[in-house]
C-alpha cells in the first residue's frame, strides 16, 4: 500500500466481515448472523462509493393468535393458537462512504466513517402453526407455510476502522437497514415497517494499491 502522503486515487478495497443481525420490531424480534462481502470504490482518500451483498442465518420468533370464525354460526367463534417463524433475509445496497478522521490510505492511525445508501432486502419466512386450522372456515392473520417478500431500504451506518499491514485493515460497524416499502404478505404478520433490523459487524478490509 501506498504511504498516505504519495497514494494516487482512485484506488478500490475489497471487504468481509462477520456480523450480529437484531430484528426490533414488536412481534419480530430475533437474533441472528450473518455475513457481508463488500467493494468499496475510493474517489478520493476521504470520499467512496460502496456495493455490498450480505446474508444472514433464520432468526425465529413466535406470536400467540386469534383466528375469527367467517361465519356468525361457527362454533367456536374464535381459536387461539401459536405460530412459530423463521424468518432470514438477504440484502443488496450501494451507497456513499465518507471518512470523517483519517482516511482510507491510512496507515498507522485509526479511522473514522458513515455512510448512507438505498438498498434491496430479501426475505424468506416459514410459518408452523401449533394447531391445523380450517382457512374456509377461518380468517388467519398469519397463513401457516413459506413465503418470500421484498422491501425497498434505506441503509445507514457508521464504522471505526484500525489500518495494519499489507494494506489491511480491520473495521467494527453499527448498521441499520430502514424499510422504505412495505409490500404486504400473508405470511408476515407484522408487515408495517418490518423487518427493521440492526446490526453490529467486524471484518477486514483490503486496499488495492
Do not use: C
Not at 430484528?23 to 441472528?32: G, H, L, R, T, V
Not at 362454533?75 to 443488496?92: C, D, E, G, W
Not at 407455510?145 to 457508521?158: E, I, N, P
Amino acid at each position: 500500500m501506498a504511504g498516505t502522503a504519495s497514494a494516487q486515487f482512485p484506488q478500490i478495497s475489497i471487504a468481509t466481515d462477520v456480523g450480529l443481525q437484531r430484528n426490533f420490531k414488536k412481534e419480530q424480534k430475533y437474533w441472528a448472523i450473518g455475513q457481508t462481502i463488500s467493494a468499496i470504490f475510493h474517489v478520493t482518500r476521504k470520499d467512496a462509493v460502496y456495493i455490498w451483498f450480505a446474508y444472514y442465518s433464520n432468526g425465529k420468533f413466535k406470536n400467540n393468535l386469534t383466528a375469527d370464525a367467517k361465519s356468525f354460526v361457527t362454533l367456536p367463534q374464535q381459536i387461539n393458537y401459536t405460530n412459530r417463524a423463521s424468518m432470514q433475509v438477504k440484502h443488496f445496497s450501494i451507497g456513499y462512504r465518507k471518512y470523517l478522521k483519517g482516511g482510507a490510505d491510512a496507515e498507522n492511525r485509526w479511522n473514522l466513517y458513515a455512510y448512507g445508501g438505498l438498498g434491496v432486502m430479501g426475505g424468506k419466512i416459514e410459518n408452523t402453526h401449533s394447531i391445523t386450522i380450517d382457512t374456509s372456515i377461518y380468517n388467519l392473520p398469519v397463513l401457516s407455510g413459506s413465503g418470500s417478500f421484498k422491501r425497498l431500504t434505506l441503509d445507514l451506518g457508521a464504522g471505526w476502522e484500525l489500518p495494519l499491514s499489507g494494506g489491511f485493515s480491520l473495521y467494527a460497524e453499527a448498521r441499520t437497514w430502514i424499510p422504505t416499502t412495505d409490500y404486504p404478505s400473508k405470511y408476515i404478520f407484522v408487515n408495517d415497517n418490518a423487518p427493521l433490523v440492526g446490526m453490529f459487524n467486524v471484518g477486514l478490509r483490503l486496499l488495492f494499491d
